[in-house]
């Protein structure tokens, strides 16, 4: 049972991230994200939102799980806070409906690993590991097919 725990973990982690990188690095031509994001973004916007994920969002989802505040709606709560945070130091409020976005992410890949249903732990191991194993051979699809992009003289 906490191989399938940690497995869920990891998995909510690595798809949360990828789908946030995704949304911040991909050139996006719809509405306010039109001509933002680079494809050169991907590596740095990476690094970052698994920095920000690993030292803001876990320990969040944590104290949210430990209270059995289990509900898509207190998750998506608590990811438009944790995405207001950059979003008033970078001047760009888009991050916090983009926060609201990885969060219901991470709580979907819980609640399909059975972690977040009902307040209860019964975890589904084989699927936990199974699903890990997906995210961590997307993230290192994705980490393989950036581009480098270096700057020339």
């Excluded at 920000?52 to 289990?70: C, D, E, H, I, Q």
């Excluded at 191991?125 to 199974?130: G, I, Q, R, Y």
Aim: net charge positive; with cysteine.
């Amino acid at each position: 049972m906490k191989l399938g725990l940690l497995a869920a973990w990891v998995a909510a982690l690595l798809f949360a991230v990828l789908a946030a990188t995704l949304l911040l690095a991909l050139p996006v031509q719809v509405g306010p994200f039109a001509a933002l994001g680079d494809i050169c973004l991907l590596a740095p916007a990476f690094v970052v939102v698994l920095g920000y994920a690993s030292l803001a969002g876990l320990p969040a989802a944590a104290v949210f799980t430990w209270r059995r505040w289990t509900h898509p709606l207190a998750a998506a709560a608590a990811g438009l806070a944790l995405g207001a945070l950059p979003a008033t130091v970078l001047a760009w409020p888009y991050l916090a409906l983009l926060g609201a976005v990885v969060a219901a992410v991470f709580w979907a890949t819980l609640r399909s690993c059975s972690v977040a249903a009902g307040g209860g732990y019964s975890v589904r191991p084989h699927l936990s590991v199974a699903v890990a194993g997906v995210a961590l051979l997307l993230t290192l699809l994705c980490l393989w097919a950036m581009p480098a992009c270096y700057v020339r003289d």
